[in-house]
């Protein structure tokens, strides 16, 4: 090989390793709910903050919709590295071998955001946090959606108006008590195939926050729409484990930063958006909204205070117990 050639593949070399080195890391963010949703819409702030201040360093893909994977398979693909980040319900723990999650779906646990936060942005929360490393996984922060109002084609004002309706839950054995303690028959069903299921009438109703019942147009094949406010849907920011520590430390610490200000962002719309979302289903028409009496209210929470008895063990008296303790909750 001549000079010319010589300095020709060192000048190509320096040019692929150059290449290499400028190539941004992907991070692969899946999620099931809508853009315009507070958990869509929080995903895509954290890939602005992200881009930013790693100054392009790093790239954040965002999937909306089950774009790549549905609510039962988006799980497995994390712990596979096949996807980076996700930020799956909190329900979504149980099934993997974390039952104690399921506190956070213990119906009426939680009167407001203020005990809510006491709890995830508190001790107890961040003890649960640490325990999803066992699964090769890390919990970056707790992200609001809101308050879960019910919906069917019949209205849910008492404890007997439940009694056979087929009510689409997450897989959750928490929910599924929940629905049983008033009579209703639990279906464990996908979010993305929810619409159709009760357009068709496979299922009779379900029970969401009302900007995943709106930006899902839900309220289009509901009814009624029964604004309970019995349980909450939040979820949690999660990072495959063994990419999260292989990230440099300037990195790392830049996605720190970006995902603490995108968690303030997100508890900050999710209210504004459910309210938004009630009054967009309020004003179509198309789902007559009904209001619970305080007793009608203390029956259903009289009723479902058996979901809480009947899962004690299953989640760990311990952890239910320090929760009661932080809310003031009074089974």
Same mark, same amino acid.
Not at 239 to 262: C, H, Q, Y
């Given at each position: 090989?001549?000079? #010319?050639?010589?300095?020709?593949?060192?000048?190509?070399?320096?040019?692929?390793?150059?290449?290499?080195?400028?190539?941004?890391?992907?991070?692969?963010?899946?999620?099931?709910?809508?853009?315009?949703?507070?958990? !869509?819409?929080?995903?895509?702030?954290?890939?602005?903050?992200?881009?930013?201040?790693?100054?392009?360093?790093?790239?954040?893909?965002?999937?909306?919709?089950?774009?790549?994977?549905? %609510?039962?398979?988006?799980?497995?693909?994390?712990?596979?590295? *096949?996807?980076?980040? =996700?930020?799956?319900?909190?329900?979504?723990?149980?099934?993997?071998?974390?039952?104690?999650?399921?506190?956070?779906?213990?119906?009426? @646990?939680?009167?407001?955001?203020?005990?809510?936060?006491?709890?995830?942005?508190?001790?107890?929360?961040?003890?649960?946090?640490?325990?999803?490393?066992?699964?090769?996984?890390? !919990?970056?922060?707790?992200?609001?959606?809101?308050?879960?109002?019910?919906?069917?084609? #019949?209205? =849910?004002?008492?404890? %007997?108006?439940?009694?056979?309706?087929?009510?689409?839950?997450?897989? *959750?054995?928490?929910?599924?008590?929940?629905?049983?303690?008033?009579?209703?028959?639990?279906?464990?069903?996908?979010?993305?195939?929810?619409?159709?299921?009760?357009?068709?009438?496979?299922?009779?109703?379900?029970?969401?926050?009302?900007?995943?019942?709106?930006?899902?147009?839900?309220?289009?094949?509901?009814?009624?729409?029964?604004?309970?406010?019995?349980?909450?849907?939040?979820?949690?920011?999660?990072?495959?484990?063994?990419?999260?520590?292989?990230?440099?430390?300037?990195?790392?610490?830049?996605?720190?930063?970006?995902?603490?200000?995108?968690?303030?962002?997100?508890?900050?719309?999710?209210?504004? %958006?459910?309210?938004?979302?009630?009054?967009?289903?309020?004003?179509?028409?198309?789902?007559?909204?009904?209001?619970?009496?305080?007793?009608?209210?203390?029956?259903?929470?009289?009723?479902?205070? #058996?979901?809480?008895?009947?899962?004690?063990?299953? @989640?760990?008296?311990?952890?239910?117990?320090?929760?009661?303790?932080?809310?003031?909750?009074?089974?």
């Amino acid at each position: 090989m001549n000079m #010319k050639s010589l300095l020709s593949a060192a000048l190509l070399l320096t040019f692929s390793a150059s290449s290499v080195m400028a190539a941004p890391i992907v991070i692969k963010f899946s999620h099931v709910v809508a853009v315009n949703t507070p958990k !869509g819409q929080a995903a895509e702030y954290f890939k602005k903050l992200a881009e930013e201040r790693t100054k392009g360093a790093v790239k954040v893909e965002v999937y909306p919709n089950s774009q790549l994977y549905k %609510d039962k398979e988006e799980m497995e693909a994390l712990q596979m590295g *096949s996807v980076q980040m =996700l930020a799956p319900s909190l329900a979504k723990f149980g099934p993997l071998g974390l039952k104690e999650f399921e506190v956070f779906d213990l119906p009426f @646990i939680f009167d407001d955001r203020a005990e809510l936060h006491k709890v995830t942005q508190g001790p107890v929360g961040a003890k649960l946090l640490k325990k999803l490393e066992t699964k090769g996984l890390m !919990g970056l922060a707790y992200w609001d959606n809101g308050f879960k109002v019910m919906s069917a084609n #019949k209205p =849910l004002k008492t404890v %007997d108006d439940f009694k056979g309706q087929k009510m689409r839950i997450q897989s *959750s054995k928490v929910l599924d008590a929940q629905m049983r303690s008033v009579g209703a028959i639990p279906q464990v069903m996908a979010f993305s195939e929810v619409y159709q299921a009760l357009q068709t009438g496979v299922v009779d109703g379900t029970e969401n926050p009302p900007s995943n019942l709106y930006t899902q147009k839900m309220h289009e094949v509901q009814k009624y729409v029964t604004i309970s406010r019995h349980g909450y849907l939040g979820y949690a920011v999660l990072v495959n484990k063994k990419f999260w520590m292989g990230l440099p430390a300037d990195i790392r610490a830049a996605l720190e930063s970006s995902m603490k200000d995108t968690t303030k962002f997100a508890n900050d719309i999710a209210q504004k %958006d459910n309210d938004d979302a009630l009054a967009e289903v309020k004003k179509s028409g198309k789902s007559q909204i009904i209001t619970l009496t305080p007793q009608e209210r203390a029956a259903w929470k009289r009723a479902m205070d #058996k979901a809480h008895k009947d899962n004690m063990g299953r @989640i760990g008296a311990d952890i239910v117990n320090e929760v009661y303790k932080v809310t003031g909750y009074k089974p």
